[in-house]
């Protein structure tokens, strides 16, 4: 399996312990509820965690259009939103661990049945690349960090053909059409399997966008995985 980011890991390590650091020193509200605390208060915390709760029972199964399975750890929840946006628009990495706990009982849960499928092969874990405009403005790919967190060492097969609008405040048929054809893999990807992993699901556009170019290179996805889906 190899890593494809274009900085050398050593500088984003670096990078990255930096940042961590830097979380500590730093006091913050909490990002769940806004109480000055830090990155998260012990009640949001505990929510976020749902300690109270069975997480292999509250994991959301569905399936993508052409059939490719989705695993999320959870329905789409306002506390995890906030958590997340915090996250990726604050660079808030201090949220990471309680984020990659939540994503840690799905990831776990698709690659066990992926294994199944492949006759004991691991898929690699492949990630969607950020937008030029979200890389610019973050300096980090959350998803790939809370990848990295679980053990798994996230690969990027593809890459935007031209950069989607920004589809927040876009209904289903827009988001399918913006994304249409817009992802490519730049290598030929024959006899590669993937599980595909993304924060959050809403229309599925993104993923199915994703399986098609995967496809389209040769290689296979055999589930998306996701934090939240947003339930339809
Ligand atoms: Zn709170």
């Not at 201090?94 to 994503?103: D, E, F, I, K, S």
């Not at 990630?127 to 030029?132: F, H, K, M």
């Not at 053990?151 to 994304?179: H, I, K, M, T, Y």
Request: net charge positive.
């Amino acid at each position: 399996m190899t890593h494809r980011d274009s900085t050398p890991p050593s500088a984003n390590h670096l990078t990255e312990t930096i940042r961590d650091a830097w979380a500590l020193v730093v006091p913050v509200s909490c990002a769940g509820c806004g109480a000055p605390s830090r990155e998260l208060c012990a009640e949001c915390l505990d929510r976020l965690a749902r300690r109270d709760g069975d997480t292999a029972r509250a994991l959301v199964r569905w399936s993508l259009a052409d059939g490719t399975p989705g695993t999320a750890a959870r329905p789409y929840d306002a506390l995890l939103g906030a958590v997340l946006l915090a996250c990726k628009e604050d660079a808030r990495v201090g949220l990471l661990g309680p984020l990659a706990a939540v994503l840690e009982p799905a990831l776990d849960v698709a690659l066990r049945e992926a294994i199944v499928c492949t006759a004991g092969r691991a898929p690699e874990i492949a990630t969607v690349p950020a937008s030029r405009r979200a890389a610019r403005t973050r300096g980090f790919h959350p998803v790939e960090r809370l990848v990295r967190r679980l053990g798994q060492r996230p690969v990027r097969p593809l890459r935007w053909s031209r950069e989607p609008s920004d589809q927040r405040d876009f209904g289903r048929a827009q988001r399918f059409a913006n994304l249409a054809g817009a992802l490519r893999a730049p290598r030929p990807l024959d006899g590669r399997r993937f599980l595909l992993v993304e924060d959050v699901v809403t229309t599925g556009a993104t993923a199915g966008e994703s399986v098609r170019a995967i496809r389209a290179a040769g290689g296979a996805v055999l589930g998306v995985v996701a934090l939240a889906r947003v339930m339809p």
